[in-house]
Nanobody, 122 residues
């Protein structure tokens, strides 16, 4: 049974930083592409960042490029999202996802975590 468990969310002031973690179990972490998505109130889920199964390629939404960094630790089967220079518009529930294909579309991922809330105050 595949499980993805996010942690690290919280309340932070604008300009601050947070690091999200996603612990994966029940799958061979190094053979999956991993991604982060987010959903703000009354908005559709949107792509944030992704990393290829080999970890060699990363992708970012334009809105977070230069501020967020996605990385993975195969030994710990854990995905990270380092978020710096946070803005109020980054407020959302953040979800990690795993898939054989990866990419920027939700349907490209087979497994999802339960989400962690990030709130950025102005």
């Amino acid at each position: 049974q595949v499980q993805l468990v996010e942690s690290g969310g919280g309340l932070v002031q604008a300009g601050g930083s947070l690091r999200l973690s996603c612990a994966a179990s029940g799958l061979t972490f190094s053979t999956y592409a991993m991604g982060w998505f987010r959903q703000a109130p009354r908005k559709e889920r949107e792509f944030v960042a992704a990393i290829s199964w080999g970890g060699g390629t990363t992708y970012y939404a334009d809105s977070v490029k230069g501020r967020f960094t996605i990385s993975g630790d195969n030994a710990k089967a854990t995905l990270y999202l380092q978020m710096n220079s946070l803005k109020p518009e980054d407020t959302a529930v953040y979800y990690c996802a795993a898939g054989r294909l990866g990419g920027q579309k939700g349907y490209e991922y087979s497994y999802w975590g339960q989400g962690t809330q990030v709130t950025v105050s102005s």
